[in-house]
């Protein structure tokens, strides 16, 4: 299986302050068709998951232009520019590369 | 609206069974793959099944397999999960969720717990 490692746990940002959050994959995502099978989601509070990035660096419809997504292989970024209140929550990196399909462990972002 | 709701959780005993039904309404379920999806509550996600359009392709994290069944009635627009010999570690909130394309999640249930006691 693919085990998907995010750091940091948690994360308290000052608001209109970045914040980044990293996942490593024990195996490159890439695919060959040249595309790279991994998500981001963010589970709000009370909340089921919604997709923010799919395919590395693709943002949902509707999610704003202050998330951005990056990296290859195994090595993924998320970035947040200026984090509002609504970001609170979990993210989660997902693999959707091969079975089983697996998720990095989360983390907590909160307003400090 | 896009939406799915599930349902079907509940209490059961080690052993048990019970069926989760997730009931998408404002698309066509026989266009996309489907997926279930499971949280132990206070922790992280586990992808659970998948199954493909037409539903003969099948896939399970194998500590599921041979005890889940994963369906689908595309008349009905409902997707089943089909859940045998429940153990307590299976626990957790179930949400079924639309495939966007290759596991890129877009649409996602409200979750239906479901508790097994020992």
């Known amino acids: 299986d693919i085990v998907m490692t995010q750091t940091p746990l948690s994360l308290s940002v000052i608001p209109g302050q970045p914040a980044s959050i990293s996942c490593k994959s024990s195996?490159?995502?890439?695919?060959?068709?040249?595309?790279?099978?991994l998500h981001w989601y963010l589970q709000r509070p009370g909340q089921s998951p919604q997709l923010l990035m799919y395919e590395v660096s693709s943002r949902f419809s509707g999610v704003p232009d202050r998330f951005s997504g990056s990296g290859s292989g195994t090595d993924f970024t998320l970035k947040i520019s200026r984090v509002e209140a609504e970001d609170v929550g979990f993210y989660y990196c997902?693999?959707?590369?091969?079975?089983?399909?697996?998720f990095g462990g989360g983390t907590k972002v909160e307003i400090k | 609206e896009v939406q799915l709701v599930e349902s079907g959780g509940g209490l059961v005993q080690s052993g048990g069974s019970l069926r989760l039904s997730c009931e998408a309404s404002?698309?066509?379920?026989?266009?996309?793959?489907m997926n279930w999806v499971r949280q132990v509550p206070g922790k992280g996600l586990e992808w659970v099944s998948r199954?493909?359009?037409?539903?003969?392709?099948?896939e399970y994290v194998d500590s599921v397999k041979g005890r889940f069944t994963i369906s689908r009635d595309d008349v009905r627009n409902t997707l089943f999960l089909q859940m045998n010999s429940l153990r307590v570690e299976d626990t957790a909130l179930y949400f079924c969720a639309r495939d966007r394309s290759w596991n890129a999640y877009d649409v996602w249930g409200p979750g239906t717990m479901v508790t097994v006691s020992s």
């Open positions: 199954i493909n359009l037409g539903g003969d392709r099948t």
């Open positions: 195996r490159s995502l890439l695919h060959s068709d040249g595309k790279t099978y």
């Open positions: 404002g698309f066509t379920l026989s266009s996309r793959w």
């Open positions: 997902m693999q959707g590369l091969s079975f089983p399909f697996t």
